[in-house]
């Protein structure tokens, strides 16, 4: 029996990267769902990320099976699967064209070497294979380049983008008409002082990309974080507070009535997202102490208005911008290739 010219070598790095995310993913979908699952209800935004999460730790783990080994014969490839089992025969003299198409992210590049043979396609990526150059030329030696798939698969990359672009459009000016119906809302939102003694030390906390917040916990209400960032943040006085209000002191906070009704003194029903959605988080739009006003509720309101009417006309011009970009895109593909494209 005749022996393979080439065995492939799978890349070292490629596999590397596949396993550090089959971990890295797997270990953030546990604690995803770990805490959601920690509270009186269960929270949809842990779970929900904790299952994407999980999928790409899933994926990860399939991918390293599915980097298919290939043998190279004189006159044929066959191709087995990772586990190394055979899945199909190729031979050489069956192939009649090839074409090479080079691809890249923001931190990588490689190759896509796709081979036609009898009216089917296989593709062998350089990124899974370190001696892809030379698969490349025992495979496509003496064999036609195609460069007209390259054209068409520009095509049909730009022709993907251009749908993106265009629904990715309409959601930011979705986004733009729930910006305007929050503001609505918020004129006739009414708010509610409570007060409470503070069972954590004051401080100013940083989540993620540097954003600043408050977080103040109440001996009267354990269940509850109560939160003060974003507009909130920046309209208080939060040097002051951090330095002048202890814990175990007394304070005020002003806070959403209908909230205060449904979580604090359960006098309302709640609804889903109220139970699943940020059960254990309150939005502070006030805050003061016997001596001080920290956090004033027109100062808050005030500038609230103000960033939610730039915000709105910011998302109506990118949203439109976004739409009439990807319809120039899909103009400039001939018709023929859309309706190929779209199918």
């Known amino acids: 029996m005749d022996k393979p010219i080439i065995i492939t070598k799978k890349s070292f790095g490629t596999l590397i990267i596949l ?4 971990i890295g993913a797997g270990i953030a979908a546990y604690f995803l769902i770990k805490d959601s699952l920690l509270l009186k209800y269960y929270q949809i935004g842990g779970l929900v990320g904790g299952v994407i999460f999980g999928l790409f730790s899933l994926l990860a783990l399939i991918s390293i099976f599915f980097i298919d080994n290939l043998k190279i014969y004189k006159d044929r490839l066959i191709v ?23 691809k890249q992210t923001k931190h990588t590049k490689w190759k896509d070497l796709i081979i036609y043979y009898s009216e089917n396609k296989y593709t062998i990526s350089s990124s899974g294979y370190k001696n892809y150059e030379k698969i490349k030329y025992h495979v496509t030696k003496g064999k036609r380049k195609d460069e007209k798939e390259i054209k068409n698969w520009l095509d049909r990359v ?22 305007q119906n929050d503001r609505i809302d918020k004129t006739d939102k009414r708010t509610i002082s409570i007060s409470g003694i503070i069972d954590n030390e004051p401080k100013i906390e940083k989540g993620s990309k540097g954003s600043r917040y408050i977080q103040v916990r109440l001996k009267e209400y354990p269940e509850f974080k109560f939160s003060i960032s974003g507009v909130a943040f920046s309209e208080m006085y939060a040097s002051d507070y951090v330095n002048s209000v202890k814990q175990g002191d007394s304070i005020f906070l002003t806070i959403d009535e209908g909230v205060a009704r449904k979580k604090l003194w359960q006098t309302s029903s709640l ?14 739009y006030g805050l003061r102490d016997m001596k001080k006003n920290y956090l004033s509720l027109n100062d808050y309101s005030f500038r609230d208005k103000n960033e939610a009417t730039i915000l709105f006309w910011i998302c109506i011009f990118v949203g439109v911008g976004f739409i009439f970009y990807g319809l120039y895109e899909i103009k400039k593909i001939k018709p023929t290739a859309n309706t190929q494209y779209s199918q």
Do not use: M, P
């Open 19 to 22: 396993i550090l995310g089959f």
């Open 80 to 102: 087995f699967s990772g586990l190394g089992f055979k899945k199909q025969t190729i031979y050489l003299k069956d192939i009649n064209k090839w074409t090479e198409i080079e």
């Open 158 to 179: 730009s022709y993907r983008y251009s749908i993106f672009f265009i629904l990715f459009g309409l959601l930011v000016l979705y986004g733009a008409y729930w910006l």
């Open 271 to 284: 609804g889903y997202l109220d139970k699943h959605y940020g059960w254990d988080r309150i939005s502070v």
